[in-house]
């Protein structure tokens, strides 16, 4: 493909979605702008829900004008996956669920809620304090995937 149609495709496409109504989640006036400074957490009660809170904050921002209230849950659960022939497990997934509901502060009326998961792995086949120290940062991935995710639900189902 030549760069000037490329460039013809791109300009298409812009045009394609201007059209539609698309706006940018962060853009002026975009859900993602909206609730940045906004949401008020609900305060975590371990490391898990500790991370998970940290990355929310990192995304939507310290509330400085909260208009709403996130309350959550994180359950994770690890799951052995690699079993040698003698029983030992060399490997752990980490599945994990995050479930949410946005509540508007003023009326308590529950914006959107939800529940989101995925799923981490490590290794144990080092030392103890290789695999202690990988299972913590599987711990701390599954956090940010599953926070990320919330927040795109949340942007999603965000009143302009």
Same mark, same amino acid.
């Not at 493909?1 to 059209?19: Q, T, Y």
């Not at 909206?34 to 829900?49: E, N, S, Y």
């Not at 995050?98 to 080092?126: I, K, Q, R, Y």
């Given at each position: ?6 460039? /013809?495709?791109? @300009?298409?496409?812009?045009?394609? /979605?201007?059209?539609? $109504? ?22 975590? *009660?371990? &490391?898990? $829900?500790?991370? !998970? ?5 990192? &995304? ?34 980490? *599945? ?22 995925? !799923? ?5 086949? $080092? ?18 995937? @599953? =926070? ?9 189902? =965000?009143?302009?």
């Amino acid at each position: 493909m030549s760069w000037s149609d490329r460039r /013809l495709f791109l @300009l298409s496409g812009l045009a394609a /979605l201007a059209g539609c $109504g698309f706006a940018p989640a962060y853009g002026p006036g975009g859900a993602g702008a909206a609730l940045r400074g906004a949401v008020t957490l609900a305060d975590p *009660k371990d &490391r898990d $829900g500790f991370d !998970f809170a940290a990355r929310l904050e990192d &995304r939507l921002g310290r509330a400085t004008a909260p208009r709403f209230r996130l309350n959550w849950a994180v359950v994770s659960t690890p799951v052995g996956a690699g079993i040698t022939p003698t029983g030992a497990i060399t490997r752990y997934t980490l *599945k994990g669920r995050a479930s949410f509901a946005l509540v508007a502060a003023e009326t308590g009326a529950t914006v959107t809620s939800g529940t989101v998961e995925s !799923f981490t792995s490590w290794s144990t086949s $080092g030392s103890t304090v290789a695999t202690l120290s990988a299972e913590q940062d599987a711990r701390r991935r599954l956090m940010v995937i @599953l =926070a990320d995710q919330v927040v795109a639900r949340l942007i999603a189902a =965000a009143p302009q």
